[in-house]
């Protein structure tokens, strides 16, 4: 049974950092591409940034580049999101997934997906 469990969300003022993970179970997880995404109420789900299997490549939604950065440990099944500079329109849910094949940037081509971690950005 495969499992995503995202950890470290929370409440933290604008301004702050926060940094999610994601620990992968039931799953060659090197074998993977991992991706974050978020979704706001009354919002739909948006990419945030994704990794390649072996981490050698990164991608990122334009409007979150030099804020947020992704990385995973395939030693230790995990990924990672580090968040800087955090502003009151990231309060969202954060989910983490797997993607054996297919587009990155679309969500619909995941095959796992975790449960989610809040992140709220208070002003």
């Known amino acids: 049974q495969v499992q995503l469990v995202e950890s470290g969300g929370g409440l933290v003022q604008a301004g702050g950092s926060l940094r999610l993970s994601c620990e992968a179970s039931g799953l060659i997880f090197s074998r993977y591409a991992m991706g974050w995404f978020r979704q706001a109420p009354g919002k739909e789900r948006e990419f945030v940034a994704a990794?390649?299997?072996?981490?050698?490549?990164?991608f990122y939604a334009d409007s979150l580049k030099g804020r947020f950065t992704i990385s995973r440990d395939n030693a230790k099944n995990t990924v990672y999101l580090q968040m800087i500079g955090l502003k009151v329109e990231d309060t969202a849910a954060y989910y983490c997934?797997?993607?054996?094949?297919?587009?990155?940037?679309?969500?619909?081509?995941?095959?796992?997906w975790g449960q989610g971690t809040q992140v709220t950005v208070s002003s």
């Open positions: 997934a797997a993607l054996r094949r297919g587009s990155i940037w679309s969500a619909g081509e995941y095959d796992y």
């Open positions: 990794i390649t299997a072996n981490g050698g490549n990164t």
